[in-house]
């Protein structure tokens, strides 16, 4: 487990930000109840004594010329999200320690760097590079990774040797509240040493079951779940280049043979992809996440780069590799169970043809914009279907069961075309249930030769907002143009206080 | 050797579908097909064209029309710009389905732009698996080349593309056909009278007992529903003379009938308000 503390976060922001360097003291600050104090201060303020949690007035009367810029959270959990997303080149299980730290697990994966000291260089180098104060510190927990990386030697290692370190630590690397730790001191326990061989139910019952629990965790005794900031793919393939790549050429091919590493431990598990993500991590810390779905469990590497040629074609601003890309990672979000291929039947080739087709469309438009129409089960012309993405259809989407209600229920005629929602119109008819003479719609007036109907259909009544009965009328206008409209309430609800009944036209007829 | 190069020049200049007997749609009426040739060409592409804004659900209803001979299994992608879904309305299930059309076999794909509406076109047409693809676009002129590239797509993979536009286009087209459709009234109609379905109670010998009439008003001359009409122009046929008929679809057996034998002898009086009367 890796623990890493960056120590001057926000401040290391601000710094990094700048064209120019400065050398006053930088100072963060942030109300807390009525007071403006200080939340962060880089080296040179804290040098001159100004520490986190000093009210912003005295520190500038004590020293006049620092630099004061008040806080941002977001910015920092932003910061901090993008540092983890970096992270993901050492482990797929990296967790944010909130406010500024980072927690990774780092077990089975040390060895692609040769052994966890070395993964330890390359990480502190690549932060010293950037300009990160840190701290971190390696332990077979969680509790000790932390405390270790805040309070011990920084860059620690301290695999095995948990109890040795934290014996000389205070209480607070235990990741006590303040309260408990005042009331430890109280009673003279200033260090973890200090209880780590006093019985425990007196302590237990002094201090309530938190400060065990802690200690325990540290010292590997309970297990703590580490909570990863991405749900952990379960298929991964990554490359590491010696030499940055940038071309979009090179990357298709290497997501190539990614899919094609992908594809065997696929079949091995007897599954598919469903959900796919491309990582690409650029040379100076971007990550690039692309990610595509697909319409049915897919395994052949062709496919799956056939995918990222139109995600990548649909990329808004471009892939801008920077100076390069020095790592790439497919990892499968979604894996489905996907059954062994079935070869020599035709239609199931067209399938997978249709599938693919789908696919592309997919991942070059967006999932939304690409859509199939599934049956609803309601009565109300609006709710008795949607268009849902495409790749989330499969089956007949509840046809052939409205097919058997239609064939009950001799349903008349439907429009081919049905307008995203009721547009009122301006209409002359019939009272009480006639149906329309003339009409206006969207400006245009059209004078009703024929009319069918009406047809009733009830609102939703068990509901507040059902709205009321309709009723539907299919006319045909003088010029033969023939449309679907309807009128919602009924002129003999007028005499209990039902508002006037209105016109709505609901769809087109070829 | 010369010879040799003409050839395989020719082999390229061939106008993709028309040779070597293509495989057609039959509309069914012996007039159109006779000037057609046997029936639209199945592997090419098809203009269909409204006469104006309003008759847009009528060209949309004669392209549904022409697709559903396409295939007992049709594969059908409807797609078009984002802006027409939401103004000329959804392709609804319900309907198509009262249409003869499977639903669950349509996939609607909204693009952002005309080109991007071009490429999910080609894309659609290349692969062998879609049976029927339509592209919708609203008033605008479209590239030549864009036509020739859907052309060849549609002829390589045998696919129907049909364009279905929202007014008669101005340009010049390289599609094998351009139809323009709009909606015509239904002459058999008697304006106005009212024909009621009067349903009778033999127990309380009364009318009308389930609360509200359904009727029709305006009925047909034949007391039967009323058939919907289009006009359909054929503008350019690239193999033979053009006309234009007037059509008259029917539900009992699923295609058009030849509603009458030519175009009314006088046309519509035109409106026209610049004229000042003397």
């Not at chain 1, 499969?394 to 069961?401: E, T």
């Not at chain 2, 991007?116 to 290349?126: I, Q, S, T, Y």
Request: glycine share 8%; charged share 25%.
């Amino acid at each position: 487990m890796l623990s890493l503390w960056l120590r001057r976060l926000s401040t290391d922001r601000i710094v990094r930000s700048r064209k120019h360097e400065t050398f006053a003291p930088l100072v963060i600050t942030g109300r807390r109840g009525n007071v403006e104090v200080l939340t962060a201060a880089d080296d040179a303020a804290r040098r001159l004594g100004l520490m986190p949690g000093l009210a912003l007035a005295q520190a500038r009367a004590m020293h006049p010329g620092i630099d004061v810029i008040a806080e941002d959270v977001e910015a920092d959990t932003a910061l901090l999200d993008s540092i983890a997303d970096w992270c993901l080149r050492y482990t797929p299980l990296v967790a944010c320690d909130m406010p500024d730290g980072l927690l990774l697990d780092i077990s089975g994966c040390a060895h692609l760097y040769g052994g966890e000291r070395e993964l330890i260089a390359d990480l502190s180098g690549r932060l010293e590079k950037s300009g990160f104060a840190y701290s971190l510190a390696i332990a077979g927990t969680i509790g000790a990774a932390w405390a270790a990386a805040r309070y011990g030697e920084p860059a620690s290692y301290a695999c095995g040797e948990e109890r040795s370190v934290l014996v000389s630590l205070p209480f607070s690397a235990l990741r006590l509240s303040p309260a408990m730790v005042t009331s430890l001191a109280r009673v003279g326990l200033k260090r973890i040493g200090d209880i780590v061989d006093l019985p425990r139910a007196p302590l237990t019952a002094r201090f309530g079951p938190d400060l065990l629990r802690q200690l325990d965790r540290a010292l590997g005794n309970e297990h703590e779940p580490l909570t990863p900031r991405l749900p952990v793919a379960p298929y991964v393939a990554e490359q590491r280049f010696p030499e940055p790549i940038g071309r979009e050429e090179d990357v298709l091919a290497i997501t190539l043979r990614l899919a094609r590493r992908l594809q065997s431990a696929l079949e091995h598990g007897g599954d598919g992809v469903r959900r796919i993500e491309l990582s690409l991590f650029r040379t100076d810390g971007v990550v690039r996440r692309i990610a595509a779905g697909t319409s049915r469990p897919l395994r052949d590497p062709e496919d799956i780069r056939a995918l990222f040629v139109e995600r990548l074609a649909a990329l808004a601003d471009a892939l801008d590799p920077g100076f390069g890309f020095d790592m790439a990672r497919l990892s499968v979000i979604v894996a489905e169970p996907c059954p062994p291929e079935q070869i020599g039947i035709g239609s199931s080739e067209d399938a997978a043809e249709l599938c693919r087709l789908v696919d592309r469309l997919s991942a070059r438009l967006g999932p939304r914009r690409v859509r199939r129409l599934v049956a609803q089960d309601s009565h109300i012309p609006e709710l008795a279907e949607t268009a849902m993405p495409a790749q989330a259809v499969n089956g007949d989407a509840g046809w052939s069961a409205f097919r058997r209600y239609r064939n009950e229920a001799d349903l008349p005629p439907r429009p081919l075309r049905l307008l995203a929602r009721p547009e009122p119109i301006e209409a002359v008819a019939e009272v009480p249930d006639g149906p329309p003479l003339r009409f206006r719609w969207r400006r245009a007036l059209h004078e009703v030769i024929a009319a069918e109907g009406p047809e009733r259909i009830e609102g939703a009544w068990w509901s507040e907002h059902g709205g009321p009965a309709r009723d539907y009328f299919r006319v045909e206008d003088k010029s033969g143009l023939r449309f679907w409209l309807f009128r919602a309430g009924l002129y003999r609800d007028l005499a209990h206080g039902a508002g006037a009944p209105a016109w709505f036209l609901h769809g087109t007829f070829a | 050797m010369i010879d040799q190069l003409r050839q395989r020049l020719q082999a390229l200049q061939r106008r993709p579908g028309i040779e070597g007997r293509p495989s057609t749609l039959p509309f069914g009426v012996p007039a159109i097909d006779t000037m057609l040739g046997g029936g639209l060409i199945r592997s090419a592409l098809h203009e269909v064209a409204a006469t104006g804004e309003a008759h847009l659900p009528a060209a949309a209803g004669f392209a549904l029309a022409v697709v559903k001979h396409v295939a007992p299994s049709l594969r059908l992608f409807w797609i078009a710009e984002d802006m027409t879904f939401a103004e000329s309305g959804v392709p609804h299930g319900a309907g198509l389905d009262a249409f003869g059309l499977a639903p669950e076999q349509l996939v609607m794909v909204s693009a952002a732009h005309r080109r991007d509406l071009l490429w999910a076109m080609e894309e659609a047409l290349r692969c062998g698996a879609t049976t029927a693809v339509i592209g919708e676009m609203r008033a605008g002129a479209i590239d030549g080349v864009a036509i020739r590239r859907l052309s060849l797509a549609a002829a390589e993979s045998g696919t129907l593309a049909l364009l279905l536009r929202t007014e008669p286009p101005g340009d010049g087209s390289t599609a094998t056909t351009r139809w323009v459709v709009g909606a015509a009234p239904n002459t058999n109609v008697i304006p106005g009278r009212e024909h009621c379905e009067r349903t009778r109670n033999p127990e309380t010998d009364s009318e009308f007992v389930s609360g509200f009439r359904a009727r029709t008003f305006g009925a047909s001359r034949n007391d039967e529903k009323i058939k919907p009409r289009l006009a359909a122009q054929l503008v350019r046929n690239r193999r033979g003379p053009t006309g234009s008929w007037i059509l008259e679809w029917s539900d009992s057996n699923g295609q058009f009938i030849l509603a009458t034998h030519a175009q009314p002898l006088a046309a519509t009086a035109l409106h026209r308000p610049h004229r000042q009367v003397a």
